[in-house]
């Protein structure tokens, strides 16, 4: 794939933020800055654009390899497709039960299967990517507009008719419940609900087709033009405005992933993608974004990096307690809780960005 240097800064910052908001030293109340929360419920934080931003990203790579797809078999598209976004989903459910084993009492008991999450953030990412993949095959770009109508309206018209916008009596959490069992499900809000359940996923797929349309808007053509970067800028805008008329009947929701919260993230994520060209391509002293190249070189193997790093300092303990919450308490609290929990953060995103920037500097790209 030919590389798109705004492309790979987009991807850079979106992974760079996910891995402060994910590693913070505790999540304790009161001991996080209030822009690395997600929402409680309704509304908007610039967490909440972090997943949708990575989806986007996944779509916008399409537009660059679509043509390699024009001289294959409908069977060997589908073939790497699928096999693709088996890759993904079934490592993000190993991650999901790694490291097989939890202390219970003092003693290493194993980590039973039935109470193992079956979707989460990656398991979200290999399912948009092959029903989109799929899609964007078979679909041109007009029919792809109207196929993300019909999914986000569809969606809509499912939650209002079935259920309400709350936690407990949303249509997608039954739908979930009744599929996957509660054993199965996220239960960080207290009562089984996953925010990358089963019905959910079907507007978050409409991420991934905005970024395969700008995308494609970006490199259509000899060039990019001044007046195209404007267009995308102005169409971001648009979409954003449209949420929030959308939002006054189906709240802006990142758990929910509504359709006013899709057009709302696809709006920004064009906003930024015309910002970044503009300061890298058109600004008359271009601003270096190096830093954010080496994570957007490598952004599924560093993501997972962190996951990883995080998984075996969480199990492994220091006088009782494990690695990480030491870690933050003798090293990084004196700062404050709020300052050492970003400190903390920013250290990890710091050791992953170490390796990428060593694999950067062998040539080495990962991919999955």
């Known amino acids: 794939m030919q ?15 996910m891995i402060i908001v994910n590693t913070p030293g505790t999540w304790k109340a009161g001991h996080i800055f209030a822009p690395f929360l997600h929402a409680p419920w309704h509304g908007f934080t610039p967490t909440d654009l972090v997943f949708p931003s990575f989806l986007f990203a996944v779509g916008t790579s399409f537009a660059f390899v679509k043509s390699r797809w024009a001289d294959k078999t409908i069977s060997d598209v589908f073939g790497k497709i699928a096999k693709r976004a088996f890759i993904i989903f079934t490592i993000g459910y190993f991650f999901s039960w790694f490291p097989f084993v939890k202390w219970a009492d003092g003693e290493l008991v194993g980590k039973a299967f039935e109470n193992t999450r079956f979707i989460g953030v990656l398991g979200r990412i290999g399912l948009c990517y092959f029903f989109a993949a799929i899609l964007i095959f078979y679909l041109n770009k007009r029919q792809l507009i109207i196929a993300s109508g019909v999914l986000l309206f569809g969606y809509w018209g499912l939650m209002y008719g079935f259920g309400d916008y709350t936690l407990e009596n949303n249509f997608a959490r039954t739908i979930d419940l009744w599929v996957m069992g509660d054993s199965h499900m996220y239960h960080g809000e207290g009562i089984a609900f996953d925010p990358e359940g089963i019905l959910s996923t079907f507007p978050a797929i409409v991420n991934v087709i905005g970024g395969y349309l700008a995308g494609a808007y970006i490199i259509m053509g000899k060039e990019i033009s001044y007046e195209k970067v404007a267009k995308l800028f102005l169409y971001g805008c648009l979409l954003m405005a449209l949420s929030y008329v ?30 970044l060209i503009y300061a890298i391509d058109f600004k008359p002293k271009p601003i270096s974004f190096n830093f954010f190249e080496v994570f957007g070189k490598n952004p599924l193997f560093i993501y997972l990096l962190s996951i990883f790093l995080v998984k075996v300092i969480s199990f492994f303990k ?11 308490e003798n090293l990084f ?7 050492g929990s970003l ?15 060593w694999l950067d500097r062998k040539k080495i790209y990962i991919r999955v």
Do not use: E, H
């Open 3 to 17: 590389r798109f240097k705004a492309l790979d800064v987009f991807r850079g910052m979106t992974v760079c933020l």
């Open 246 to 275: 959308w939002d006054l009947g189906f709240p802006i929701n990142k758990k929910l992933w509504t359709s006013s919260y899709v057009l709302l993230t696809v709006g920004i994520n064009l906003a930024m993608m015309a910002s």
């Open 318 to 328: 220091i006088g009782g307690k494990s690695i990480y919450a030491w870690s933050y």
């Open 333 to 339: 609290l004196w700062m404050g809780p709020k300052t």
């Open 343 to 357: 400190a903390f953060a920013i250290l990890v995103m710091l050791i992953c960005w170490s390796v990428g920037k």
